[in-house]
C-alpha cells in the first residue's frame, strides 16, 4: 500500500509539471529557440507590443484569454504571451536533472545582460511609450535588461515597483549573464567588485529611495543602524543596493556625515490632517493621516509626490507611504509651521501596538501603563463612519517608538492645548466617552463655539464652558 501511494504521488507530480499553468500567480521562466517570447497588446494577439529575453522569470498573475495568458509587466502594463511557447525549451526534471536543480539552471537560456545608464537622469517609465515617469537614474547606475520594446529596454533594477521601461539611448551593454546569475540574489547579477557593508545612521532608522537622483515617485524602504548590506556599486556620492534601492556613500563610513534631512507636515489648518497614502495618487488608499508639524523623511520626491517615512529617533513602528509636496516645507521655514500634534497620557493601561513599514498592521503590541505620556502624530485612517467607533491614534512615546492607541473609553488624555475654537454645525449631544451609548453630559446647540482639545476622525474631545468631553467629528465646523 505504501509502495502505491509513492508512485501515485509521483505520477501526480509529473503530471503537475506537464500541464499547463492555471489562472493566478504562476512562475514563468522564457526558454525559447529564439531571443525570448513575443508579447502582444490584446488576447487576440493584436499588435506584437515586444519581446521578453530568454531568462526572464517572475511570478505573474497568468490568466489564460483565447488561448493567450495576461500578465502585468508593472502595475501599469498589462501584456499577453503564450505561456507554451515561452517555455518550450526549458530543461525537464529528471533522474540526472533535478527540477531547479545547479544543473537545470546551467541549462537555462539566457539573453538578459546588465547595461549601465549612460545618460544623466535617465528617465524610467511605467510604461513604454513614455506614459507615465516613475523615476530619473543617475549616470552610472546599474540595471538587467530583460527585454525590448520599439525604442524601450523592458528592464529590472529591485523588486516589482523597480520594474519598468528606459530608452535604450540611456543605457551602454556590459556583460551578458546567465540565467542563474539574472535570477538568484546571490549571485549578485555577476558582477566583481560587489561588496558587504555596514550602515552607519547615528541610531535613527534611514528612508532610502529607489534612485540616486532623489526623482521617484516609489516608496522607500528602511534601513537600521548596523545593518548589512550588498552594494551592487558605488559613484558620485552614492550606493546602489542589490534590491534596488540607493544610500548616500557617508552612511557606509563610521567616519561619515550621519545627520538625517527632515521636512515638516503644513496643512491648510492646523486642525487639519494630511493623508499618507500608499502611492503617489489621489486615488491610493491612505492609510494614516499625519498632523501638521510632524516631522519626516523625504527619501525621494517627485514636483507633486514625495515618499515619506516617520518614526521616532529610536525606532520602532515605521510608517511609510506618498504624500503630496505642497503639504511639505523644507528648511528655515519649517520652524514657522502651526503643529496640531498634541501631547496626552493614557488614563488607563493599555497597549500600544505597532504599525510595520507600508502599514502592515501588526499584532505585537507594547504595554503602556496609566500615564504613559506621548503625542499624537496622526490617526489612523481606516475609520469607519457607519459604526461610530471610537478612533486609532498614531503616536510618539517619549523613547521615539511610534505606536497606534485605540482610544477606547477616552483613555486619552490631553496635556495641552492648541486653543482653537470651532463652531458645531448642528446640535449634538456632548458624551463622556466617544461612544454612542456613553452618557450625555449635555446638548450643544447649533452655532456653540467650542475648544478642540483632541480631533478624532468620528469623534473629537471638546471643552465647552470648563466641561469636557467627547462629540461626533461629523458634526463640527473644522476650519
Known amino acids: 500500500m505504501k509502495k502505491r501511494g509513492v508512485i501515485l504521488l509521483l505520477i501526480l507530480a509529473l503530471l503537475a509539471l506537464a500541464a499547463p499553468a492555471q489562472a493566478g500567480w504562476n512562475p514563468l521562466d522564457v526558454a525559447t529557440d529564439g531571443v525570448g517570447v513575443a508579447v502582444y497588446t490584446s488576447s487576440s494577439g493584436g499588435k506584437q507590443a515586444g519581446i521578453l529575453y530568454n531568462g526572464y522569470s517572475d511570478d505573474l498573475d497568468l490568466e489564460p484569454t483565447n488561448g493567450l495568458y495576461s500578465c502585468n509587466l508593472t502595475s501599469e502594463y498589462e501584456v499577453w504571451l503564450n505561456q507554451d511557447k515561452a517555455e518550450k525549451n526549458q530543461p525537464r526534471a529528471s533522474e540526472e536533472i533535478g527540477w531547479r536543480s545547479d544543473a537545470w539552471d546551467a541549462l537555462m537560456p539566457s539573453n538578459i545582460f546588465v547595461a549601465e545608464v549612460v545618460q544623466a537622469d535617465a528617465p524610467f517609465y511605467t510604461t513604454p511609450g513614455h506614459k507615465h515617469l516613475s523615476a530619473k537614474h543617475a549616470a552610472g547606475t546599474l540595471v538587467k535588461v530583460c527585454g525590448e520594446f520599439g525604442n524601450d529596454y523592458f528592464v529590472k533594477y529591485g523588486g516589482y515597483q523597480q520594474t519598468g521601461f528606459m530608452p535604450k539611448s540611456a543605457l551602454r551593454k556590459l556583460q551578458d549573464i546567465t540565467y542563474r546569475q539574472a535570477n538568484d540574489n ?79 507636515v503644513k496643512t491648510t489648518g492646523a486642525l487639519n490632517r494630511l ?26 520626491h517627485t514636483e507633486d509626490w514625495a515618499s515619506v517615512f516617520i518614526t521616532g529617533p529610536n525606532g520602532g513602528g515605521k510608517w511609510t ?22 501631547r496626552v497620557r493614557t488614563t488607563e493601561t493599555r497597549y500600544g501596538f505597532y504599525d510595520g ?23 489612523y485612517s481606516g475609520y469607519d463612519v457607519s459604526t461610530d467607533d471610537f478612533d486609532c491614534f498614531l503616536c510618539l512615546l517619549d523613547d521615539g517608538t511610534a505606536v497606534t492607541v485605540g482610544n477606547e473609553n ?50 473629537t474631545m471638546v471643552k465647552y464652558k470648563n466641561q469636557t468631553g467627547y462629540v461626533m467629528s461629523r458634526y463640527l465646523k473644522f476650519p
Open 186 to 264: 546571490s549571485e549578485h547579477w555577476g558582477l566583481s567588485g560587489v561588496q558587504e557593508m555596514t550602515v552607519y545612521t547615528g541610531g535613527t532608522p534611514l528612508a532610502v529611495g529607489s534612485s540616486a537622483t532623489g526623482y521617484s515617485d516609489m516608496s522607500p524602504a528602511v534601513i537600521d543602524d548596523g545593518k548589512t548590506v550588498t552594494v551592487l556599486k558605488t559613484a558620485g556620492g552614492w550606493a546602489q543596493l542589490l534590491g534596488g534601492y540607493f544610500i548616500e556613500a557617508r552612511f557606509l563610513s563610521p567616519e561619515g556625515d550621519h545627520s538625517v534631512t527632515y521636512a515638516t
Open 275 to 300: 493623508n499618507v497614502r500608499n502611492s503617489a495618487s489621489t486615488d491610493a488608499w491612505a492609510a494614516c493621516k499625519l498632523c501638521s508639524g510632524v516631522r519626516v523623511q523625504v527619501p525621494a
Open 321 to 342: 507611504g506618498s504624500v503630496q509636496m505642497q503639504y511639505l516645507v523644507f528648511g528655515e521655514k519649517a520652524d514657522q509651521v502651526k503643529s496640531g500634534c498634541v
Open 357 to 379: 513599514e507600508f502599514f502592515k498592521y501588526s499584532k505585537d503590541g507594547r504595554l503602556l501603563p496609566a500615564g504613559t505620556e506621548m503625542t499624537v502624530i496622526g490617526v
Open 410 to 459: 477616552g483613555i486619552l488624555e490631553p496635556l495641552d492645548s492648541l486653543g482653537i475654537t470651532v463652531k458645531t454645525a448642528s446640535s449634538v449631544r456632548m458624551r463622556e466617552s466617544p461612544s454612542k451609548e456613553a452618557k450625555s453630559l449635555r446638548s450643544l446647540n447649533a452655532g456653540a463655539k467650542v475648544e478642540v482639545l483632541l480631533r478624532g476622525e468620528g469623534w
